[in-house]
């Protein structure tokens, strides 16, 4: 079965850091863009972070301001996302995504992406 697994996701107070990993379990993601998304309750669905397949090209969502860093480990199957200065409102779970992918380029627009993971919940709480 083809899934794409997250993990990573704490309580962790105002300030702090969380590191989210992306497994993929049945096939490689050496061929795959990946996206993380998040959904706060009663909020659509976001997109905040992607890298390309070959790991050359990311991008982050503006208003994130450098709090981010996205990165990947073709010998582990993994694609990690580093969240520091965490805050309140980034309470949500967050999602990754996968989008079959050789161009040099990937988009946080979450209609493209083929595959899904189920969410990691993220709660920053003092």
């Known amino acids: 079965q083809l899934q794409l697994v997250e993990s990573g996701g704490d309580l962790v107070q105002p300030g702090g850091s969380l590191r989210l990993s992306c497994a993929g379990s049945?096939?490689?993601?050496?061929?795959?863009?990946i996206g993380w998304f998040r959904q706060a309750p009663g909020k659509e669905r976001e997109g905040i972070s992607c890298?390309?397949?070959?790991?050359?090209?990311?991008r982050y969502e503006d208003s994130f301001e450098g709090r981010l860093t996205i990165s990947r480990d073709s010998a582990k199957n993994t694609v990690y996302l580093q969240m520091n200065s965490l805050k309140p409102e980034d309470t949500a779970v967050y999602y990754c995504?996968?989008?079959?992918?050789?161009?040099?380029?990937?988009?946080?627009?979450?209609?493209?992406?083929?595959?899904w993971g189920q969410g990691t919940q993220v709660t920053v709480s003092s």
């Open positions: 890298i390309s397949s070959s790991g050359g090209y990311s």
């Open positions: 049945g096939f490689t993601l050496d061929q795959y863009a």
């Open positions: 995504a996968a989008r079959w992918s050789v161009q040099p380029l990937c988009t946080i627009i979450k209609g493209p992406y083929e595959k």
